[in-house]
């Protein structure tokens, strides 16, 4: 961490100076996040460029137009003219970008939960015709499966365990007590914030193909195709060719979702590191350049715009195969800074958490709000979520007992819809989705023994019960 940033971290804390220190803390946080979002933009736009040119993706050609915009977009941050007008159009150009990065992030996530619900139920057919090796009889398998649950003293790995069981073990719970645990779920959210009930649902009715994106209907349409065909399959006396192709249809349409997630993934990062840059310009002015990384960025950029720059006037650079080994051998000269500006970010983001809640007065009295406001997105970008809202939004309010009961009327009545002629296999394909991600219903280690145990009991289907118990075993040992 700089010294400076360091001084005033420790005088914000101390209560010193606090109306004079804002300005310097902001410009420091501001710089800190420019030299570790650099070093990282320059990472993953050095590896887009191979994954782009070598077709590690199949689907780059889908994205054409939005990488040549992201192409042109970065050649502009990497301007030094830029003046606030134009800063002010690039970010809201970068912005728009991102927006429709998520759109399509949330197009292909409907989808994937799509899928899953329809692998599950092809899952349990497939042992009606492929052959059973033996696997260790219900009690056996229980206590193995107790002793992975258990195998921690840690509450939250203890949930997430549970939660891994609960959704591959055959789903023999009676449609009543489903609705009674969702409607049990969702009470629990009385008295907390709306925007954490919200989460939830949307959540939930993802995972319970309830949930439709608008934007549905404009991206990705090859895959509603598969997903009719699903739909109206009889599983429940589906023939081994059937299966065979179903299974394939569902195989490929993973694959495909994975590597277009993928895909936009990258992309979604690179435009964070892009907004992160031309944010934080306006305090790096008389900063000094980090020459290297901002070589590596305009080699890459100028590789994928196909331009000549001032870097390739040199004779041992006529190729794009020269100038990109040219470009790779800058790499190792950054290495270890990216992780010594990663921890002075964060010591630097638990002083903004504490600024925005104590400081705000502070902070609107000296014309700051909107620079804090920024460098508050900053740190969400540099959050785990690639996709992160940077939205500042005002609390909806808190959640009644009037608004609990309206929602789960609304939700019980879609799952009600959703069931309705619905094969038995589709239902609890459903409800084995949904019923892990409800918090844990259950109060002892022995009701989830004898859940399990009236699981497999209850499955008189053996390539289901044996479908599970291989799936499990698989994740757990």
């Known amino acids: 961490m700089s010294n400076k940033l360091r001084e005033c971290v420790n005088k914000l804390h101390s209560n010193k100076e606090v109306g004079d220190l804002l300005p310097e803390y902001l410009k420091q946080s501001m710089i800190l996040h420019d030299g570790y979002t650099r070093i990282k933009l320059m990472m993953e736009y050095y590896m887009f460029y191979e994954v782009v040119t070598?077709?590690?993706?199949?689907?780059?050609?889908?994205?054409?137009?939005?990488?040549?915009?992201?192409?042109?977009?970065?050649?502009?941050?990497?301007?030094?003219?830029?003046?606030?007008?134009?800063?002010?159009?690039?970010?809201?150009?970068?912005?728009?970008?991102?927006?429709e990065v998520i759109d399509r992030m949330q197009v292909l996530t409907g989808y994937v939960d799509c899928f899953v619900v329809y692998e599950y139920i092809l899952n349990r057919i497939q042992y009606r015709f492929d052959e059973k090796e033996v696997l260790p009889e219900d009690t056996a398998f229980a206590q193995e499966v107790m002793n992975f649950i258990f195998g921690s003293n840690?509450?939250?790995?203890?949930?997430?365990?549970?939660?891994?069981?609960?959704?591959?073990?055959?789903?023999?719970?009676?449609?009543?007590?489903?609705?009674?645990?969702?409607?049990?779920?969702i009470s629990v959210y009385k008295g907390s914030e709306i925007e954490s009930l919200e989460g939830f649902l949307y959540m939930f009715r993802t995972s319970a193909m309830l949930y439709k994106h608008p934007a549905q209907e404009q991206y990705f349409t090859e895959f509603a195709g598969v997903l009719q065909e699903l739909m109206e399959a009889d599983y429940e006396h589906m023939d081994r060719t059937l299966y065979e192709l179903y299974a394939e249809k569902v195989r490929v349409s993973a694959s495909k979702l994975n590597d277009l997630s993928d895909l936009y993934m990258q992309i979604g990062q690179i435009i964070n590191g892009v907004y992160t840059l031309v944010v934080t310009e306006p305090y790096c002015v008389d900063e000094e350049k980090m020459t290297v990384v901002d070589d590596v960025i305009r080699g890459i950029n100028a590789l994928f715009l196909e331009k000549e720059i001032d870097l390739w006037q040199r004779e041992d650079l006529l190729t794009e195969e020269d100038r990109l080994n040219w470009l790779a051998e800058k790499l190792p000269a950054v290495e270890g800074q990216q992780e010594k500006l990663y921890q002075s970010v964060n010591v630097a983001e638990a002083a903004l958490d504490e600024l925005l809640e104590g400081r705000a007065e502070e902070i609107e009295a000296a014309g700051l709000s909107d620079a804090f406001i920024k460098l508050h997105h900053l740190s969400q970008l540099n959050s785990s979520s690639v996709f992160a809202p940077l939205e500042s939004q005002e609390s909806a309010g808190i959640v009644t007992a009037e608004i609990a009961e309206q929602e789960t009327e609304k939700l019980l009545s879609e799952l009600k819809e959703l069931f309705q002629g619905r094969s038995r296999m589709f239902r609890r394909a459903i409800m084995a989705a949904t019923v892990e991600k409800l918090p844990t219903f259950f109060k002892s280690a022995q009701e989830i023994a004898d859940y399990m145990m009236n699981a497999l009991n209850q499955c008189d289907d053996e390539a289901e019960k044996y479908a599970s118990k291989q799936l499990i075993l698989e994740m757990i040992r």
């Open 54 to 99: 070598e077709d590690i993706n199949p689907y780059i050609a889908m994205a054409k137009e939005m990488i040549t915009s992201l192409n042109e977009t970065v050649g502009q941050a990497m301007s030094d003219t830029l003046d606030d007008t134009q800063r002010k159009q690039l970010v809201d150009h970068i912005l728009a970008m991102r927006t």
């Open 154 to 185: 840690d509450n939250v790995t203890i949930n997430d365990n549970l939660r891994v069981v609960l959704g591959q073990l055959p789903m023999r719970m009676t449609r009543s007590h489903y609705f009674d645990l969702i409607k049990n779920c």
